[in-house]
């Protein structure tokens, strides 16, 4: 079992592969380690895609907020796409709540990774 820690990071990353990322914004655990990651991955000129769901609009206002403010650390990084779960919505309309989560596989990787 692996348990995130900022230490390890090298053992999470190798240099030699590259790598795509997925994460919800407005949660504590993605919302705080991406930076850190992504920190990792530039210092080490590790290839990557970051792909970043911004919660929906209905949600908690506390989530929304970490979610803002993940957004505004996120902009000094190339590479990170932020995917709005209503427009996601707006855009599959036959989705249901949770699909937006599954779309990685079958919609995001064959539009956006190019």
């Not at 920190?39 to 979610?67: G, M, Q």
């Not at 937006?100 to 190019?114: G, M």
Request: hydrophobic letters at 35%; aromatic letters at 16%.
């Amino acid at each position: 079992r692996n348990i995130y820690n900022k230490e390890y990071l090298s053992n999470y990353f190798n240099t030699e592969n590259r790598y795509i990322l997925f994460l919800g914004l407005g949660g504590k655990t993605g919302s705080y380690i991406i930076s850190e990651i992504l920190d990792y991955l530039v210092l080490n000129n590790i290839e990557y895609k970051c792909f970043c769901f911004y919660p929906y609009h209905f949600e908690p206002k506390s989530r929304l907020t970490i979610a803002d403010e993940t957004l505004a650390r996120l902009e000094r990084y190339q590479d990170v796409t932020i995917l709005d779960m209503y427009e996601l919505k707006k855009r599959f309309p036959n989705l249901s709540l949770a699909s937006p989560f599954r779309i990685p596989n079958e919609i995001l990787v064959q539009e956006y990774l190019v």
